[in-house]
């Protein structure tokens, strides 16, 4: 079955400064690549996923994500963060039928001023 | 195009009642999803639906919880003799027809349950 794995509980960055979440998944077969945001007491809202092709892939809000297979990754990046990015951040993997989508536990981003 | 829509929000319940949430998708999504979210955790999921035919359960949705869809269009989820190990929050989702278009899931706001 699969799983994912996001190592960082949460992080602090400055506003400006860059940003990268870190994403590890596990699957036996070519993963469907997902990243969610989620406020606090919201549902989650997709930033960006990942299928097939260019494995650097574009989102909303700046956002962007880079599938490495070698490494099983899927990172989030963005270079500029803003006060509002903070959030929780949730990474998931799915399969062609999306019938069983794992998510990790999430990071939670703080963003000093 | 509303999303998808979660009722009630909040719901404050004792323990041994039932309850029941609501959940309507974005229209001409065929694809419904169930997902169980505890403080610091992410989704866990709990069951799926393509129409009306409830295709996938998880084992957390346990004989007191069942969940429908009958005309393949809304969906209820109910707990019964709720206990406190229910509190979370529970999360609808669905998904269009199709393959690579389908493959995504959008998440309503969610159902906030509170077992006292």
């Known amino acids: 079955a699969q799983s994912v794995t996001q190592p960082d509980i949460h992080i602090t960055v400055s506003e400006g400064a860059s940003l990268e979440l870190r994403c590890n998944y596990s699957y036996g077969a070519t993963p469907y690549l997902f990243w969610y945001v989620q406020s606090p007491g919201q549902g989650l809202q997709l930033l960006l996923k990942y299928f097939s092709g260019d494995t650097l892939v574009q989102g909303i809000k700046g956002f962007e994500a880079e599938f490495k297979r070698s490494q099983s990754s899927f990172n989030l990046r963005k270079p500029s963060v803003h006060w509002s990015d903070a959030a929780e951040y949730f990474c998931?993997?799915?399969?062609?039928?999306?019938?069983?989508?794992?998510f990790g536990a999430g990071t939670r981003l703080t963003v000093k001023p | 195009d509303t999303g998808v829509s979660q009722d009630p929000r909040h719901k404050i319940t004792k323990r041994g009642q039932n309850v029941t949430f609501r959940c309507d998708p974005i229209s001409e999504h065929n694809r419904l999803y169930w997902y169980r979210q505890t403080l610091g955790q992410g989704p866990e999921f709990l069951t799926y639906?393509?129409?009306?035919?409830?295709?996938?359960k998880s084992r957390l949705l346990s004989d007191r919880f069942s969940a429908e869809r009958p005309k393949g269009s809304f969906s209820t989820l109910e707990i019964q003799r709720t206990e406190q190990g229910d509190s979370a929050m529970y999360l609808c989702a669905s998904s269009p027809p199709g393959t690579a278009s389908g493959n995504t899931i959008y998440f309503g706001e969610g159902s906030w349950l509170t077992v006292v």
């Open positions: 998931a993997v799915g399969s062609y039928n999306n019938n069983d989508m794992r």
């Open positions: 639906f393509q129409n009306e035919a409830q295709l996938e």
